[in-house]
T-cell receptor, first 110, second 114 residues
Framework: QKEVEQNSGPLSVPEGAIASLNCTYS??????FFWYRQYSGKSPELIMS????GDKEDGRFTAQLNKASQYVSLLIRDSQPSDSATYLC??????????FGKGTKLSVKP | EAQVTQNPRYLITVTGKKLTVTCSQN?????MSWYRQDPGLGLRQIYY???????DKGDVPEGYKVSRKEKRNFPLILESPSPNQTSLYFC?????????????FGSGTRLTVV
């Protein structure tokens, strides 16, 4: 069983701070990695994808990937209350499907 | 607008009464999948389809059926629903199962079986 581990949280950060969300995965075959944001009761929304080691930046979001350590992270700079949501890490498995972690709940306090 | 459409959004039914949740995508995606989401358990894959007439079991297929007769539609069928199938269900689609192609999710169906 391929596993994706995320801290369940809640992770609480003050408005304007950097939120750091971490994810480890067990399948060494994984080459593509995705971060989804899910507001309570809503569907997951794709916010970032990464498939090369290193950093990928998109606005306030930075994804970091280290395949040797089987570790992927998401940094959110200048966190806003509207960023409060659950963030799902999803590596692509050997069958091509996405394997979702259980998510980290982020709370940004005004 | 590119989207995945699920119906109904909310459904309350009784044990044993067959039901179908529809899913349709207008993006010509080859890959479609069904998930259920329960508190503390995250998203769990029920069934997926790589293309028309090609379906396969996910992690929790028991009690569910699917079909893929057309590329755009991927209905989820519960032949005899039970209370343990009460959950939030999501349909998702993707252009490919490689590279940077992520999933697009439908808005979800909240099912209650009493």
């Amino acid at each position: 069983q391929k596993e994706v581990e995320q801290n369940s949280g809640p992770l609480s950060v003050p408005e304007g701070a950097i939120a750091s969300l971490n994810c480890t995965y067990s399948d060494r075959v994984s080459q593509s990695f995705f971060w989804y944001r899910q507001y309570s009761g809503k569907s997951p929304e794709l916010i970032m994808s990464i498939y090369s080691n290193g950093d990928k930046e998109d606005g306030r979001f930075t994804a970091q990937l280290n395949k040797a350590s089987q570790y992927v992270s998401l940094l959110i700079r200048d966190s806003q209350p509207s960023d409060s949501a659950t963030y799902l890490c999803a590596p692509r498995g050997s069958q091509g499907n996405l394997i979702f972690g259980k998510g980290t709940k982020l709370s940004v306090k005004p | 607008e590119a989207q995945v459409t699920q119906n109904p959004r909310y459904l309350i039914t009784v044990t044993g009464k067959k039901l179908t949740v529809t899913c349709s995508q207008n993006m010509n995606h080859e890959y479609m999948s069904w998930y259920r989401q329960d508190p503390g358990l995250g998203l769990r894959q029920i069934y997926y389809s790589m293309n028309v007439e090609v379906t396969d079991k996910g992690d929790v297929p028991e009690g569910y059926k699917v079909s893929r007769k057309e590329k755009r539609n991927f209905p989820l069928i519960l032949e005899s629903p039970s209370p343990n199938q009460t959950s939030l269900y999501f349909c998702a689609s993707s252009a490919q199962t490689a590279g940077a192609y992520g999933y697009t999710f439908g808005s979800g169906t909240r099912l209650t079986v009493v």
